[in-house]
């Protein structure tokens, strides 16, 4: 089954599957609240969702009442998401390893970050931070990646809900890397993550500090020549 669709033009079906895959464990009535249909209409969706093996139900039990089911992504539905010629990347990624030394294959990887920072060059080193945000889950949509953002105590956190590179990131731990360097390349800010799909957590968060110090080191800015 194909990638959902482009976010300006989801369908009901893409909408819940976004609801579900940024609320593990979401109940008939707030998938209906987010895609704005009724909960019988929510109902046939989840139907055929779980009939294809694409999400998967649990039901809670109450203590007064029935019992109601709550709904969360299967191993297949997860796949959904980041599945973008997995198979291809990882065959290419064991064979440059198997011909390159470790830390040019780190190099590669930063050119990669360096090469999207060029393209958007001009774009957003003049915003204002949370602009730069903004701009930022932006362009981790482009790249594949469903992302928020909320303001906290001490700066800003970033959710990933999705991820691009989930499949290979196991085996090929690099990969992994490239959101966090991309991150810190437009924000000009320390990035520490939080959590991460791979070591079981529902989503990967990362934590941004209103502070440049130490950044200089880790910093990925563009060549002005």
């Given at each position: 089954?194909?990638?959902?669709?482009?976010?300006?033009?989801?369908?009901?079906?893409?909408?819940?599957?976004?609801?579900?895959?940024?609320?593990?464990?979401?109940?008939?009535?707030?998938?209906?609240?987010?895609?704005?249909?009724?909960?019988?209409?929510?109902?046939?969706?989840?139907?055929?969702?779980?009939?294809?093996?694409?999400?998967?139900?649990?039901?809670?039990?109450?203590?007064?009442?029935?019992?109601?089911?709550?709904?969360?992504?299967?191993?297949?539905?997860?796949?959904?998401?980041?599945?973008?010629?997995?198979?291809?990347?990882?065959?290419?990624?064991?064979?440059?390893?198997?011909?390159?030394?470790?830390?040019?294959?780190?190099?590669?990887?930063?050119?990669?970050?360096?090469?999207?920072?060029?393209?958007?060059?001009?774009?957003?080193?003049h915003l204002p931070i949370e602009e730069r945000m903004d701009y930022l889950v932006n362009l981790l949509s482009d790249e594949g990646f469903l992302s928020t953002w909320e303001k906290t105590?001490?700066?800003?956190?970033?959710?990933?809900?999705?991820?691009?590179?989930?499949?290979?990131?196991?085996?090929?731990?690099?990969?992994?890397?490239?959101d966090k360097q991309l991150m810190t390349g437009v924000l000009q800010l320390q990035v520490h993550q939080d959590s991460c799909m791979l070591h079981g957590a529902n989503c990967c968060q990362?934590?941004?500090?209103?502070?440049?110090?130490?950044?200089?080191?880790?910093?990925?800015?563009?060549?002005?020549?």
């Amino acid at each position: 089954m194909d990638e959902p669709a482009n976010p300006k033009k989801r369908t009901t079906r893409d909408i819940i599957l976004h609801s579900i895959k940024q609320t593990p464990q979401s109940t008939v009535d707030e998938l209906a609240e987010a895609a704005e249909i009724s909960p019988v209409t929510v109902r046939h969706h989840l139907n055929a969702l779980q009939a294809e093996g694409t999400i998967e139900a649990a039901s809670v039990r109450r203590k007064v009442g029935r019992p109601y089911y709550v709904y969360s992504l299967s191993e297949q539905g997860q796949e959904l998401f980041p599945k973008r010629y997995v198979r291809l990347t990882s065959r290419l990624l064991d064979e440059l390893k198997g011909r390159l030394p470790q830390e040019v294959i780190n190099e590669i990887f930063s050119g990669l970050v360096n090469t999207v920072l060029e393209e958007h060059k001009g774009e957003f080193e003049h915003l204002p931070i949370e602009e730069r945000m903004d701009y930022l889950v932006n362009l981790l949509s482009d790249e594949g990646f469903l992302s928020t953002w909320e303001k906290t105590t001490s700066g800003y956190r970033l959710v990933e809900y999705s991820c691009p590179y989930l499949s290979i990131g196991s085996t090929h731990a690099e990969v992994c890397e490239f959101d966090k360097q991309l991150m810190t390349g437009v924000l000009q800010l320390q990035v520490h993550q939080d959590s991460c799909m791979l070591h079981g957590a529902n989503c990967c968060q990362f934590s941004i500090e209103l502070q440049t110090n130490s950044v200089e080191s880790q910093r990925y800015s563009l060549d002005t020549n």
